[in-house]
């Protein structure tokens, strides 16, 4: 089984920042593509960023500009610096690894923006 263990989550001020980070285990991380999901109560989990193995990234339209995925190799770990918050930033934010078939997700991380 593998094991994604997520951290950063929490509550901050609607303008705020926070760092949601991701480690995964070593015999994934460098080819899978990780990725960040979120959920918020009542509606269906979406894409919030993505990052390739080549550090190929993409966004949703409502973070584009705000959120900033990256990955740190010798670290095994994928970051999520998500600026200007907003009170619909608020979700549970969910690390995901995908390669073909296979997708691994962590327990995700409560984050709150507050008006």
């Known amino acids: 089984q593998v094991q994604l263990v997520e951290s950063g989550g929490g509550l901050v001020q609607a303008g705020g920042s926070l760092r949601l980070s991701c480690l995964a285990p070593g015999s994934i991380f460098n080819i899978y593509i990780m990725a960040w999901y979120r959920q918020a109560p009542g509606n269906q989990r979406e894409l919030v960023a993505i990052?390739?193995?080549?550090?190929?990234?993409n966004y949703a339209d409502s973070v584009k500009g705000r959120f900033t995925i990256s990955r740190d190799n010798a670290k095994n770990t994928v970051y999520l610096n998500m600026n200007s918050l907003k009170p619909e930033d608020t979700a549970v934010y969910y690390c995901?690894?995908?390669?073909?078939?296979?997708?691994?997700w962590g327990q995700g991380t409560q984050v709150t923006v507050s008006s």
């Open positions: 990052i390739t193995s080549g550090d190929n990234t």
């Open positions: 995901n690894a995908h390669l073909g078939r296979y997708d691994h």
